[in-house]
């Protein structure tokens, strides 16, 4: 069975990016426009991995990640941060959160497919 990734970002470029680079590598992928609709389809859905973006509008990616941290389903599941954000500190809040990586955009998708199947096993 393919590994099932749950994309979260504003961007629809980034996000159809990160979508043909992921299921070209053979994953099953689902899209959400923001957290909070991130959220709602992590809590509906069972997935392997998340990738999601920081900046988003409704919900930002690290509440996105705080609020499924607190869900037991969700306390394995690793997060990866793709984002244009580099700051130390925005990266230690995120691995305090429950953030597994972060990778910043723009972003080479070989390397978002070593960085996947690493974080994977697979």
Same mark, same amino acid.
């Given at each position: 069975?393919?590994?099932?990734? !749950?994309t979260?970002? %504003?961007?629809a470029?980034i996000r !159809?990016?990160? $979508?043909?680079?992921?299921?070209?590598a +053979?994953? /099953?992928?689902? /899209?959400?426009? @923001?957290?909070?609709?991130?959220? /709602?389809?992590?809590?509906?859905?069972? *997935? %392997?991995?998340i990738?999601t973006d920081?900046?988003? #509008?409704?919900?930002?990616?690290?509440?996105?990640?705080?609020?499924?941290?607190?869900?037991?389903? @969700?306390t394995?599941?690793?997060?990866? *941060?793709?984002?244009t954000?580099?700051?130390?500190?925005? $990266?230690?809040r995120? $691995?305090?959160? +429950?953030?597994?990586g972060? !990778?910043?955009?723009p *972003? %080479? #998708? /070989? @390397?978002? &497919?070593?960085?996947?199947k690493? &974080?994977?096993?697979?």
């Amino acid at each position: 069975m393919n590994a099932r990734i !749950l994309t979260v970002d %504003d961007s629809a470029s980034i996000r !159809l990016t990160t $979508k043909v680079t992921l299921s070209n590598a +053979g994953y /099953e992928i689902t /899209e959400a426009v @923001h957290g909070a609709e991130g959220l /709602e389809k992590a809590k509906s859905g069972q *997935f %392997d991995l998340i990738v999601t973006d920081l900046n988003m #509008p409704v919900m930002d990616g690290l509440t996105m990640i705080e609020e499924l941290r607190k869900l037991p389903a @969700h306390t394995g599941v690793p997060i990866i *941060f793709l984002t244009t954000e580099s700051d130390a500190d925005l $990266k230690a809040r995120a $691995k305090a959160a +429950g953030a597994t990586g972060w !990778l910043t955009k723009p *972003f %080479d #998708p /070989e @390397h978002l &497919v070593k960085i996947v199947k690493k &974080v994977l096993g697979r």
